[in-house]
């Protein structure tokens, strides 16, 4: 049975083209209808197999005639948040994994002797049907600051699904960096419930908190994933008890700055893949009201003096 709270779209790297074309990646890629015998297994990792070289570039097992679109992968593991009605073995909640195979007859002489590897009725994940390279939820608060829509682009451009978190007059402004989710942060009741909402009651697996609201860290621990990890970047007061850390196996970590790779990396990106900041522009007069602006949590992107 499926759950009201499963999102109809998701991102993932997608073949379109014939053998030899890189991947498309898509934040609106359908999420598959599953059947009465099958299960909706919400991904948190896939491994990246020379086995998926074979399918981008047409090398054997891949079919003569490759098929197309086609969402690549085969070391997925997540958990199942929906099955069907004629499933009795599993259940939602579920921790399982995917591997080579994703179907197979179940009744040819090699299945019933226990060599379903050998089936020749086989079907392959990321060769014959749709595979694991679909992606992970990934929280943002202070998503609309210089920092934050930032993090929300380069979260986006490594295929993550990105809930935005900022001021209710601030959502236009993260909705048009296409995250996939904005959450208002002064409905402090809502927050946390509409998170496990958004993200079919799994949680973030990541959060980058860019806001110096305490309440900020003390929200994310909430509606972190098992086994999530808390990025802090607003230094903040905080008041945790880490038992609720331990219960789910998070991790709060500290980042100051950026090393000098990093400055590489996101120059490179900028350069290459056009993720550039949203800038606005001050003159140096005003450069207390552009202060003031930020202390007060006004701004919208990032403030750059203009010395033009």
């Known amino acids: 049975m499926a759950t009201n709270s499963i999102p109809s779209v998701q991102r993932a790297a997608v073949l379109t083209e014939e053998y030899g074309k890189l991947h498309t990646y898509y934040t609106d890629f359908p999420v598959p209808q599953f059947s009465a015998s099958q299960v909706l297994i919400k991904l948190q990792a896939s491994g990246i197999c020379s086995g998926d070289l074979n399918t981008r ?3 054997p097992p891949a ?5 197309r679109p086609l969402v690549t992968g085969h070391e997925g593991v997540g958990v199942i948040v929906a099955v069907g009605d004629e499933v009795t073995a ?3 909640g579920d921790r399982v994994g995917m591997g080579w195979r994703s179907v197979v007859c179940r009744n040819c002489e090699d299945c019933n002797e226990g060599r379903d ?3 020749q009725k086989q079907k392959i994940n990321g060769y014959e049907s749709n595979g694991t390279f679909q992606g992970k939820w990934v929280c943002v608060t202070g998503a609309a600051g210089g920092v934050g829509s930032l993090a929300c682009c380069y979260a986006l451009h490594m295929g993550l699904k990105v ?3 900022d001021s209710a007059q601030k959502a236009a402004v993260c909705e048009a960096l296409g995250v996939h989710a904005f959450v208002d942060y002064e409905n402090a009741d809502t927050v946390v419930s509409r998170i496990i909402e958004v993200t079919g009651g799994t949680g973030a697996h990541g959060v980058v908190v860019c806001s110096a609201n305490p309440a900020s860290y003390s929200q994310a621990v909430e509606y972190a994933a098992v086994g999530g990890r808390i990025v802090s970047i607003g230094p903040s007061m905080v008041h945790l008890h880490t038992g609720h850390l331990m219960v789910k ?3 709060l970590i500290a980042q100051c700055n950026g090393a000098t790779k990093d400055i590489q990396d996101a120059v490179k990106m900028g350069i290459e893949d056009g993720i550039l900041p949203q800038v606005e522009l001050v003159q140096i007069n005003s450069v207390d009201e552009a202060l003031d602006k930020l202390k007060a949590g006004r ?7 203009d010395w033009s």
């Open 57 to 59: 570039e047409g090398y």
């Open 63 to 67: 079919p003569k005639v490759p098929q």
């Open 90 to 92: 599993f259940k939602p």
């Open 117 to 119: 590897n050998l089936c």
């Open 163 to 165: 809930i935005a978190i």
């Open 249 to 251: 196996g998070l991790g």
């Open 299 to 305: 701004t919208l992107g990032r403030q750059v003096l």
